[in-house]
């Protein structure tokens, strides 16, 4: 997802995997430990297919993804990643975005499910939204303003992750993405002509940035 607010403070109200910690760097520690990797474009094959789920935890093969995926995403200046962006078949996500209440998220869940919202409760904002994978265009989606999302975490440990306002629209982007669906996806088809079209005309500017942003943090 390319939704993401500047997060230069180090000691901005932060939580990580859903719990508050007192302070956090300015990049995640998976960020200095991981390396870029290529993020995948609208029309490739893995992003419309459904991820198959995480079965094995607590490897380094694993935690190795998640600080990769990280620092693609620092790099790419996303608020969240799923693995089939890097081209890689899992039903995993990783964010780092700050809400509108000034609230830094940070983690990754694996096997990620939704909770339903019965059709009193829900509320739909449309705000705009990107994504990674389709560089360049933002557009108007209606998403709801709260979202609850249930999985395991890299060692396998329960994880249940609850967003309001932009981190809520992150959550339910990221599980569209493992569920071979993107935000265009959501849009008329007029609409969805037009956001394919600005993306031809501005993705060699936005791949040419990822590149600089990686020059400078040395990836």
């Known amino acids: 997802m390319a ?83 890097v081209d890689v078949d899992l039903q995993l996500f990783i ?44 557009r108007m989606v209606p998403r709801l303003d709260r979202a609850v999302v249930r999985g395991r975490d890299k060692d396998g440990n329960p994880l249940v992750i609850e967003g309001r306002g932009y981190f809520a629209r992150c959550l339910q982007h990221e599980t569209d993405h493992l569920h071979g669906s993107l935000y265009l996806d959501r849009l008329a088809k007029r609409e969805r002509k037009s956001a394919l079209r600005e993306m031809e005309e501005a993705k060699e500017k936005m791949f040419a940035r990822r590149a600089a942003n990686a020059a400078k943090l040395g990836k």
């Open 95 to 138: 964010w780092d975005i700050t809400d509108e209440w000034g609230v830094r998220h940070v983690g990754h869940i694996a096997n990620p499910v939704l909770d339903e919202v019965e059709a009193s409760e829900r509320t739909l904002i449309e705000e705009t939204e990107g994504c990674l994978s389709v560089p360049g265009p933002y």
């Open 3 to 85: 939704v993401r607010f500047d997060d230069t403070s180090e000691d901005r109200r932060v939580r990580v995997q859903g719990e508050p910690v007192e302070s956090y760097p300015r990049y995640a520690p998976e960020v200095e430990r991981g390396e870029v990797r290529r993020i995948t474009v609208v029309g490739e094959d893995i992003l419309n297919r459904r991820c198959r789920e995480v079965t094995e935890f607590g490897t380094p093969e694993l935690s190795k993804l998640i600080d990769d995926m990280f620092a693609t995403n620092q790099v790419a200046d996303g608020a969240g990643l799923a693995a089939n962006q």
